[in-house]
């Protein structure tokens, strides 16, 4: 698969479309299920407040794999992510309110790097509750 979006059609600047990704309780034991991370923090109130967090949280490499989907779902192929890390800040907090909360992500095209590769720095703002939770989140993509 090639990515959708042409190198000649991106500036400095383009921004992504915005995404809004909804978090419960469900959806952290879903992930627990697939990445096999059942660490308490996750699912236990209890457990969350005796180590000293607020509530449970969710797990960070899902918080970084729903930021990144703002890219894979821009390039249209998410083999087009040749490189993404992010710095971990602040954690999200999953109420037991049936609602569960949101984690707010938005990203734009920081740099060119390299012509003959036609690869773009996508850098992410991943926000919760007007905090940001992920701290240098970047993706080096490759364009058709």
Known sequence: ????????????GTELPARSFPVNRATLVAYA?????FNPIHW???FA?????PD???HGMFTM??????VTDWTGDPGAVID?????TKPVVVPNDGHGTVI???????????DDARTVRVDLTVVHEGKKVLGMSRAVVALA
């Open 1 to 12: 698969m090639t990515a959708k979006v042409r190198y000649d059609d991106v500036e400095v």
């Open 33 to 37: 299920g697939a990445s096999g991370d």
């Open 44 to 46: 236990n109130e209890k």
């Open 49 to 53: 407040k005796d180590v000293g967090l």
């Open 56 to 58: 449970v949280i969710a």
């Open 65 to 70: 794999a729903s930021a990144i989907r703002v």
């Open 84 to 88: 993404y890390g992010v710095r971990f």
């Open 104 to 114: 707010e992500v938005s990203g734009k095209v920081a740099a060119k790097l390299d």
